[in-house]
């Protein structure tokens, strides 16, 4: 079965970092592409960060760029989100999913095919 378990939620002041991490297993790590994405209370779903298990290849929506970063550690199976500068409106569930597509080149319009449970992460002003 495909899992993938995303950990490292919480709460944190304006300014603050937090870093989550997704451990998958029942796939083949390096055909997918491993997304995360958020959604808050009355918002819609929206893309945050992919990174491509094919060839390490990332992408980040705008209003994350410069203060997430996405990475992989593909012999442990993890994909890691490492956020700086929180602000409140990163406040969100943030879940972790898999992508048959294996590249990043068109995640923000791409829904995955596999999804973890999401972990809250709540911003503070």
């Known amino acids: 079965d495909v899992q993938l378990q995303a950990s490292g939620g919480g709460l944190v002041q304006s300014g603050g970092s937090l870093r989550l991490s997704c451990a998958t297993s029942?796939?083949?790590?390096?055909?997918?592409?491993i997304h995360w994405v958020r959604q808050a209370p009355g918002k819609e779903r929206e893309g945050v960060a992919c990174?491509?298990?094919?060839?390490?290849?990332?992408s980040y929506a705008d209003s994350v760029k410069g203060r997430f970063t996405i990475s992989g550690d593909n012999a442990l199976n993890t994909v890691y989100l490492q956020m700086n500068s929180l602000q409140p409106d990163d406040t969100a569930v943030y879940y972790c999913?898999?992508?048959?597509?294996?590249?990043?080149?068109?995640?923000?319009?791409?829904?995955?095919?596999?999804w973890g449970q999401g972990t809250q992460v709540t911003v503070s002003s």
């Open positions: 029942g796939f083949t790590f390096d055909d997918y592409a």
């Open positions: 990174i491509s298990g094919s060839d390490d290849g990332t």
């Open positions: 999913a898999a992508d048959r597509g294996r590249y990043c080149i068109t995640f923000l319009t791409t829904t995955p095919d596999y």
